[in-house]
């Protein structure tokens, strides 16, 4: 009796430490790549700052999620996870002020979207150069660049960044 009780707690204890290392889900994905999209310019149209970067990967989620699946991230590489996220912010922050300057108040509808290429990682997809077709508050259709990237995973979708290459 004594040796079962002790073989219980022995697996309660390793399930409830596997269970403390699973990384969380994320946390506001969207169901598709259109529903972000759309969501995001919603989000623009009302200059919702806080909502856009609700809709973007945190620090947290990109250190959980996207940081361990990275080239950046091999040790051969000898880059931080500081230095790699601090650019990256930094970039996207810079980018979405550009943008919420230019298309901030402005109401769009989403037409669809598309994206310039992916990156297959092992745990999830990079969306690269979305492009949002769109019609303007006048009725003309547009392409708007207003977002760098989104991942996919899981199911769900989010803002990888917000980072915007000028061709």
């Known amino acids: 009796m ?38 995001v310019l919603d989000a623009l149209s009302r200059r919702d700052r806080a909502r856009l970067d609700a809709l973007a ?4 989620e990109f250190r959980d999620h996207a940081w361990p699946d990275l080239p950046a991230a091999r040790p051969e590489r000898n880059l931080p996870f500081s230095y790699v996220w601090g650019d990256l912010h930094q970039k996207s922050n810079i980018s979405l002020a550009r943008t919420l300057d230019a298309h901030g108040g402005k109401r769009y509808m989403l037409q669809r979207v598309t994206f310039a290429g992916t990156t297959m990682y092992t745990h ?44």
């Not at 002790?6 to 790549?33: D, E, H, K, Y």
């Not at 990967?57 to 947290?60: G, K, N, R």
């Not at 259709?141 to 980072?163: P, Q």
């Open 2 to 39: 004594h040796r079962r009780a002790f073989l219980v707690a022995g697996l309660a204890l390793i399930s409830g430490g596997a269970a403390c290392s699973r990384v969380p889900p994320l946390a506001n994905p969207s169901a598709s790549a259109e529903g972000l999209a759309t969501a």
């Open 57 to 60: 990967l945190t620090e947290q």
């Open 124 to 167: 999830y997809v990079v969306h690269r150069d979305a492009r949002f077709a769109v019609t303007d508050p006048s009725g003309g259709s547009a392409e708007l660049r207003v977002c760098g990237s989104f991942i996919e995973k899981d199911g769900g979708w989010m803002v990888f960044s917000y980072v915007v290459v000028v061709d």
